[in-house]
Structures are given as structure tokens and as C-alpha cells.
């Protein structure tokens, strides 16, 4: 037995090792791209069209976007990480749809299919995809709550600097957001991911050692003047009682600093609102009369003795008009955060199956002709009734999403952006440089839309 074993083996060696000819494995590449194509044209029967014979494995068809020569890293963030590109929405219309690494996505591109996803069928629509630096930072958008607390605490600076990174740096979220399209890039040392843990790690100690502070200064008899101190008022409450181990650990440390997550604190609370007031001011400088209408109903309404506050925004239609459009010609959030189908649906007429990355493309809303008249102009005036009223009811501005994933943090926005924008037009005239020259109006791609730098004049009002 022994040596028929010996004899054996060599000649299996030998006859394995025959099939692993060049010819035989160009044989087997063949066969596995055919398959692949053909489950991928199984996977999207039915659905909006799209590329389809140029996916490959693992990368899907992020071969099949062609890069304009000499763009550079942040110029492509639209064209492999879920923002449109011409070249697809000329050859497949405003609905289309393609593999992106592991995932099939669509893009919506019309007013139609937008409201589809964000309103009509919002339940279908509801999930996030499983982006392994959406579960590192909890993405959601964004909570009613005060963030007063840290404003004079000395750690606040470098809270705002790691959020003004995270927004900005582009090289950085070009990267992740490709790894993102591949659920096996978390299990490799990437230092795009590294960064980014880092970064929310800081922030969550930061947070952290913020709500110690707070729970030492706690007075549960006192007046509650913002979430933090109610979410302490009942897990105090739950501590208290017996036989609620469960509800306590709800109301637990990490679960009452959920809320305050990066993006959650800072999405709508700092960073997309100091980016519009940016948004405002450069379409003002470009936009002279604009600004003289808005200080000259500033001066009828609310005079020269006293700073605007909340209970003047219905007297001052044309500041809140102005906030209107500079949200939906600025577009800070060109797209809304990928949506992810819960359960199979329909979009269309198309089918859309479980598990689907769905993207709406709230920029393409806000700059249709058909929805809106010369929508490349810079016109409050549209937002403004026969009755010198605000529209509030429009819907065709969607600047916080819709439905169920509109951002908890729209009113708060809102009140913040009309309290500083009308106290600057107050006190300040802004002017263009001395040269003449206006801010560039162009936009730079980010994880969010914000202006390039510019220098202005600014003028003290008398």
C-alpha cells in the first residue's frame, strides 16, 4: 500500500498540473466574466437602464467612468462615489442605474423620482446602506439641541477643527467613500479609515468628558434648558426606579452621546449652516440690490435702535427668501445621503429590489428649468407670494431631504441661519474687493458643496 502511495501522488501532481496552461486559464477568465455578466444582468432585469456588459467583478462599473484628463482626486469624488455624471445621465436619462463595487445603485436625477424615493414610498426607501464609515460615525442628520455648552470650553476649537476636516477634506472623503462601495475594505489597515476613527474617536472623548461635566453639575429640581439635561433628568429618573436595569442602560452614558454623534452635532448645527451664511454673502456681493432690499426692509421694520430677533421673521419675508434660495442655488448637500431599500419596490415603472443604494440627486431638482423659471439666477423673489408672503410649501426645494430621512434638523437651521443673516445685513454692507473682484460662484465638491475661499469688503451700516 505504502508504495502504490508513493507511485501515486506524483502522477495526480503531474496531471493537475497539465491543466495550468496559459491557454487554459485565459479559458477560465473567460468563462468567469461571462458568468458574472449574466448574473448581473439577471440582478438588474427590470431596472432603470444602465451600464451593463462593462461590469466587472468586484469593482462593478467603476472602470466604466472615464476621468477627464488631468482631473484631479477631488474632481473625481462625483464620478466614482454616487454623484452623477454627464456622460450617464445624457445616455440614460434623469433614471439609471449600475453596479458600484459590491453594490447596486441608482441614481434619480428628475424631480419625479426624487420626491419617489424621499416622499411617495419613503418606507421603501428608509434604510442607509451598510457603509462601514456611516456605522464608525452613526450618519444621521441632525438633532433639535444646544451645543452652547461647549462654545467657551477649551476643547471646543479642536472639536470645530476635526468637523471642518471632516467636511473638507476631499482627498479624504474621496477615499473613503470608494472604500466605502467595498464591505470587505474594513477588514484591511486602510489610512483613509484609520483617519476617520481617529478623528470620531477625539470627538466622542471630547462629548464624553463634556457629559461628565455636565452630570457633576446636574440639578435635577432645576429648569431643563436643552436635551442633554433632559436625557441626565431621566436617566436619573430610571436609576431611581426598580426593576428598570433595561431602561437604565438605555439611557446609559454612550446611548445619551449617541445624539451628539460628529455629524449629528455639528451636520445641520455648524458646519452646513456657517457654509450657507458663506453661500449668502457671496450671492449678495454679486447680487448689490438684493442686499440694499433686505436692509432697506430691515430699516422699515425692525429700525436702527435694536438687533432683528425670531419674532420679526414674518415681517421680513425677503431675509427669509434669501435663505430660500441661497439653499437651493448653493446646494450645500448636492445629493441626499444614499438612501437603501428596506424591501423590493418600484421607481418609475422600474423595479428596484431590496437592498439597493439609492441616491437622489437634490441639486438636479433645484436647478430644473421645469421646476424652476431661469433656476442659474440668484432670485429671492421667487420664494416671495402676490401677498408679499413667504412660500413655504414649495415642492420643489428640498435642501433637507424629505419624508422620513429629512433632517431632524431643519427648523433649528432655519431659526439659525435667519438670526445670524439678518443681524449681519443689520450691522454690515458686503462689498466686493477694491479691484472689483466678486467671489468665485462656482463650488467646490467636498462631503458637502461649499464656496472656494474669497476675500471681500464689509462695511459698517450707520
Given at each position: 500500500m505504502t508504495f502504490i502511495w508513493q507511485i501515486w501522488v506524483p502522477k495526480m501532481e503531474l496531471a493537475v498540473s497539465e491543466y495550468?496552461?496559459?491557454?487554459?486559464?485565459?479559458?477560465?477568465?473567460?468563462?468567469?466574466?461571462?458568468?458574472?455578466?449574466?448574473?448581473?444582468?439577471?440582478?438588474?432585469?427590470?431596472?432603470?437602464?444602465?451600464?451593463?456588459?462593462?461590469?466587472?467583478?468586484?469593482?462593478?462599473?467603476?472602470?466604466?467612468?472615464?476621468?477627464?484628463?488631468?482631473?484631479?482626486?477631488?474632481?473625481?469624488?462625483?464620478?466614482?462615489?454616487?454623484?452623477?455624471s454627464a456622460v450617464l445621465k445624457e445616455k440614460y436619462g434623469n433614471l439609471y442605474s449600475l453596479k458600484v463595487g459590491s453594490f447596486k445603485t441608482v441614481i434619480a436625477e428628475d424631480a419625479a423620482s426624487v420626491k419617489g424615493v424621499l416622499v411617495k414610498k419613503s418606507a421603501d426607501y428608509a434604510g442607509r446602506p451598510p457603509f462601514h464609515s456611516f456605522v464608525m460615525s452613526t450618519l444621521e442628520l441632525s438633532l433639535d439641541i444646544r451645543i452652547v455648552f461647549l462654545s467657551s470650553h477649551p476643547?471646543?476649537?479642536?472639536?470645530?477643527?476635526?468637523?471642518?476636516?471632516?467636511?473638507?477634506?476631499?482627498?479624504?472623503?474621496?477615499?473613503?467613500?470608494?472604500?466605502?462601495?467595498?464591505?470587505?475594505?474594513?477588514y484591511f489597515p486602510f489610512k483613509a479609515y484609520q483617519i476617520e476613527k481617529e478623528m470620531t474617536d477625539r470627538m466622542f472623548e471630547i462629548l464624553h468628558n463634556q457629559i461628565r461635566e455636565q452630570e457633576k453639575a446636574f440639578d435635577p429640581e432645576a429648569e431643563i434648558e436643552n436635551l442633554t439635561g433632559s436625557l441626565l433628568k431621566e436617566k436619573l429618573g430610571a436609576e431611581n426606579e426598580v426593576g428598570t436595569e433595561e431602561k437604565a442602560a438605555i439611557l446609559s452614558d454612550d446611548y445619551i452621546i449617541n445624539p451628539f454623534t460628529p455629524t449629528n452635532m455639528f451636520s445641520a448645527g455648524h458646519e452646513t449652516t456657517s457654509t450657507t451664511l458663506r453661500w449668502a454673502i457671496a450671492y449678495l456681493v454679486h447680487n448689490p440690490g438684493c442686499q440694499t432690499e433686505i436692509q432697506n426692509q430691515l430699516d422699515e421694520e425692525v429700525g436702527r435702535d435694536r438687533m432683528p430677533g425670531l419674532d420679526d421673521r414674518p415681517s421680513l419675508p425677503l431675509v427669509q427668501a434669501t435663505i430660500m434660495e441661497t439653499l437651493r442655488l448653493g446646494n450645500v448637500a448636492e445629493t441626499a445621503l444614499p438612501h437603501y431599500t428596506l424591501k423590493d419596490t418600484t421607481l418609475a415603472g422600474y423595479r428596484v429590489p431590496k437592498d439597493t443604494v439609492v441616491v437622489p440627486n437634490l441639486m438636479a431638482v433645484h436647478m430644473d428649468p421645469s421646476c424652476w423659471e431661469d433656476p442659474t439666477k440668484f432670485n429671492p423673489h421667487r420664494h416671495i407670494d402676490g401677498d408679499g408672503q413667504v412660500v413655504t410649501n414649495s415642492v420643489n426645494i428640498l435642501p433637507f431631504s424629505a419624508g422620513r430621512r429629512v433632517c431632524a434638523g431643519e427648523a433649528l437651521a432655519k431659526v439659525e441661519l435667519f438670526f445670524f443673516l439678518s443681524r449681519m445685513l443689520h450691522n454690515f454692507t458686503f462689498l466686493p474687493q477694491e479691484n472689483g473682484v466678486l467671489p468665485d460662484l462656482k463650488g467646490v465638491d467636498g462631503f458637502t458643496r461649499f464656496p472656494a475661499p474669497y476675500n471681500i469688503r464689509v462695511k459698517k451700516r450707520q
Open positions: 495550468f496552461t496559459v491557454g487554459n486559464i485565459f479559458l477560465a477568465i473567460v468563462f468567469l466574466l461571462i458568468l458574472n455578466q449574466l448574473v448581473e444582468l439577471y440582478q438588474f432585469r427590470n431596472m432603470p437602464p444602465g451600464f451593463r456588459l462593462t461590469s466587472l467583478p468586484f469593482v462593478g462599473n467603476l472602470l466604466s467612468f472615464a476621468s477627464p484628463k488631468g482631473a484631479k482626486q477631488t474632481e473625481q469624488i462625483c464620478m466614482l462615489c454616487f454623484f452623477a476643547d471646543f476649537q479642536e472639536l470645530l477643527d476635526i468637523n471642518n476636516r471632516a467636511f473638507t477634506d476631499t482627498e479624504l472623503n474621496s477615499q473613503v467613500l470608494k472604500l466605502d462601495n467595498f464591505p470587505i475594505a474594513k
